[in-house]
């Protein structure tokens, strides 16, 4: 979608003016201003360049001196299962399956109370840590659990940031050869049902939309054939957009290959999952012909490379991926699998993670990581022409990240800092020009109060678990 003309900028407007910034815009070009601004105005970016802002500009009600500061587009994270939040540090020493199989039956027990709770926990964590768009693959629903695709989305309003929720769904399960307990299952036509409602209800395709709908079952071991076709039939019908897990274990390749007579690239492609309105987390265990078979289609990866090291799934091929063209974006995952449950270790995870693989050392640059969290997640969320770089006319979705203090100030190259340093202090954060973090505090939540909530949250969810 193309940017429409920035409004609110005529003669009145509101300005806030960013100055004496390092800048990595991530544009095409990967341009850089070593001392430079930006204007925001009407909640998009009105001016970006080297310098001061431009003289002579009216309604300016702030003007921050970012002396000291990177400004990068906000991160965005493409995969995460938000009520996770609530079981972090359990099942610590297991492969995926085994995990899952650990984790499903407490999984099966939440509410909506406590998936409000961890959708706030998982939020604020990311909120504070750079991240200006979200996502949130839900896919437990346990029978009269309330609403909890509402209570998600409200808590994303409530938290500020941009968000996706890919509404999940699982159908396939013991009784049909699946993984999952069949009482952590709905039917096809339960699934498919409140799919469409939940797009009904809350999906915007507007320019700059703060909530979309992405149509989501979960993975080949937990859905039937019947669910992955007739989820991609129904995201088609309503032009939304399609996620999913794929070829994360090679234990999934193996069910695939015994169910299905297949691998999971292919099993994908026979039940209309690939294509430009298609992304898909982990895409760890795939040959060429399925890299290029994604790179043919336009299909995105959210590649999460703790997780992946954390269940040991093994390390995902992203340079090749990148040099077929694929779109890569990075997910924290659920927090269960990576209980930090912030992007900017997936920054640093992706670069390092990825020289332990066959292009060593050539394999991820700074820079490239940087383009991962921000315009590559952004491309595969389908918000590329709107968010992810610094660019006239986008969405104003920026961070200044503080650069002087004792974690970076000795490392000269700012975008290098912020990969490979530790987490550098957010001093301000805007989405669509709204402050959500400003000197490295949530202004939008109170983060100890979310604290609170979700340790009471993942008390009474152990308890119930364990039958209390
Ligand atoms: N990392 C994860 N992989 C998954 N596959 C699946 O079916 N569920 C999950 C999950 O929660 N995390």
Same mark, same amino acid.
């Given at each position: 979608?193309?940017?429409?003309?920035?409004?609110?900028?005529? &003669?009145?407007?509101?300005?806030?003016?960013?100055?004496?910034?390092?800048?990595?815009?991530?544009?095409?070009?990967?341009?850089?201003?070593?001392?430079?601004?930006?204007?925001?105005?009407?909640?998009?970016?009105?001016?970006?360049?080297?310098?001061?802002?431009?003289?002579?500009?009216?309604?300016?009600?702030?003007?921050?001196?970012?002396?000291?500061?990177?400004?990068?587009?906000?991160?965005?994270?493409?995969?995460?299962?938000?009520?996770?939040?609530?079981?972090?540090?359990?099942?610590?020493?297991?492969?995926?399956?085994?995990?899952?199989?650990?984790?499903?039956?407490?999984?099966?027990?939440?509410?909506?109370?406590?998936?409000?709770?961890?959708?706030?926990?998982?939020?604020?964590?990311?909120?504070? $840590?750079?991240?200006?768009?979200?996502?949130?693959?839900?896919?437990?629903?346990?029978?009269?659990?309330? @609403? %909890?695709?509402?209570?998600?989305?409200?808590?994303?309003?409530?938290?500020?940031?941009? *968000?996706?929720?890919?509404?999940?769904?699982? #159908?396939?399960?013991?009784?049909?050869?699946? %993984?999952?307990? &069949? *009482?952590? !299952?709905?039917?096809?036509?339960?699934?498919?049902?409140?799919?469409?409602?939940?797009? #009904?209800?809350?999906?915007?395709?507007?320019?700059?939309?703060?909530?979309?709908?992405?149509?989501?079952?979960?993975?080949?071991?937990?859905?039937?054939?019947?669910?992955?076709?007739?989820?991609?039939?129904?995201?088609?019908?309503?032009?939304?957009?399609?996620?999913?897990?794929?070829?994360?274990?090679?234990?999934?390749?193996? *069910?695939?290959?015994?169910?299905?007579?297949?691998?999971?690239t292919d099993?994908f492609a026979?039940?209309?999952?690939l294509?430009?309105?298609?992304?898909?987390?982990?895409?760890?265990?795939?040959? #060429?012909c399925d890299i290029d078979a994604f790179a043919r289609t $336009?299909t995105? !990866?959210?590649?999460?490379?703790?997780?992946?090291?954390?269940?040991?799934?093994?390390?995902?091929?992203?340079?090749?991926?990148?040099?077929?063209?694929?779109?890569?974006?990075?997910?924290?995952?659920?927090?269960?699998?990576?209980?930090?449950?912030? +992007?900017?270790?997936?920054?640093?995870?992706?670069?390092?993670?990825?020289?332990?693989?066959?292009?060593?050392?050539?394999?991820?640059?700074?820079?490239?990581?940087?383009? %991962?969290?921000?315009?590559?997640?952004?491309?595969? =969320?389908?918000?590329? @022409?709107?968010?992810?770089?610094?660019?006239?006319?986008? +969405?104003?979705?920026?961070?200044?990240?503080?650069?002087?203090?004792?974690?970076?100030?000795?490392?000269? @190259?700012?975008?290098?800092?912020?990969?490979?340093?530790?987490?550098?202090?957010?001093?301000?954060?805007?989405?669509?020009?709204?402050?959500?973090?400003? @000197?490295?505090?949530?202004?939008?939540?109170?983060?100890?109060?979310?604290?609170?909530?979700?340790?009471?949250?993942?008390?009474? =969810?152990?308890?119930?678990?364990?039958?209390?």
């Amino acid at each position: 979608m193309a940017a429409p003309a920035t409004p609110g900028t005529a &003669d009145g407007a509101e300005r806030l003016v960013i100055e004496n910034a390092y800048i990595a815009t991530v544009d095409a070009a990967g341009t850089e201003y070593a001392h430079g601004h930006v204007v925001v105005a009407g909640g998009r970016i009105e001016s970006v360049g080297a310098g001061s802002a431009p003289e002579g500009l009216t309604g300016v009600t702030r003007r921050v001196d970012a002396t000291g500061h990177l400004v990068t587009p906000g991160l965005v994270n493409t995969h995460h299962h938000f009520y996770q939040w609530i079981t972090r540090g359990l099942a610590t020493d297991h492969n995926l399956f085994n995990w899952l199989v650990a984790l499903y039956p407490t999984w099966a027990r939440i509410d909506e109370p406590m998936t409000y709770a961890a959708a706030r926990g998982s939020l604020a964590m990311m909120a504070r $840590g750079g991240v200006t768009t979200a996502m949130d693959h839900h896919y437990v629903f346990p029978r009269g659990s309330g @609403d %909890l695709s509402g209570a998600i989305i409200r808590a994303a309003a409530e938290t500020g940031v941009r *968000f996706t929720l890919a509404r999940g769904s699982m #159908d396939r399960g013991e009784k049909d050869g699946g %993984l999952p307990p &069949d *009482f952590a !299952v709905e039917s096809l036509e339960g699934a498919l049902a409140a799919t469409e409602e939940t797009i #009904d209800r809350h999906h915007d395709a507007s320019f700059d939309a703060m909530t979309q709908i992405a149509v989501a079952p979960c993975s080949p071991f937990s859905v039937s054939t019947e669910l992955m076709r007739e989820g991609a039939e129904l995201a088609r019908r309503k032009g939304v957009r399609l996620h999913t897990h794929g070829s994360e274990t090679v234990e999934e390749e193996q *069910f695939c290959k015994e169910l299905f007579g297949m691998g999971p690239t292919d099993y994908f492609a026979s039940t209309g999952w690939l294509g430009e309105d298609v992304w898909m987390a982990h895409c760890v265990h795939m040959n #060429d012909c399925d890299i290029d078979a994604f790179a043919r289609t $336009g299909t995105g !990866v959210a590649h999460c490379p703790s997780s992946n090291a954390r269940l040991a799934a093994g390390i995902a091929r992203v340079p090749d991926l990148l040099a077929a063209g694929v779109p890569v974006g990075l997910g924290v995952d659920g927090t269960a699998s990576n209980e930090s449950g912030e +992007l900017h270790t997936e920054l640093r995870n992706a670069l390092l993670i990825n020289r332990l693989g066959p292009h060593r050392e050539a394999a991820l640059t700074a820079r490239q990581a940087l383009r %991962l969290g921000t315009h590559g997640g952004a491309r595969v =969320l389908g918000r590329g @022409d709107q968010t992810g770089s610094l660019e006239p006319g986008k +969405l104003a979705d920026l961070v200044l990240w503080r650069m002087d203090t004792l974690a970076h100030a000795s490392i000269a @190259d700012p975008v290098t800092a912020l990969v490979l340093g530790a987490p550098a202090p957010v001093t301000l954060s805007l989405v669509g020009g709204r402050t959500v973090v400003e @000197d490295n505090h949530l202004t939008t939540v109170d983060e100890d109060a979310v604290a609170r909530s979700t340790r009471e949250a993942a008390q009474r =969810l152990a308890q119930i678990a364990a039958g209390g």
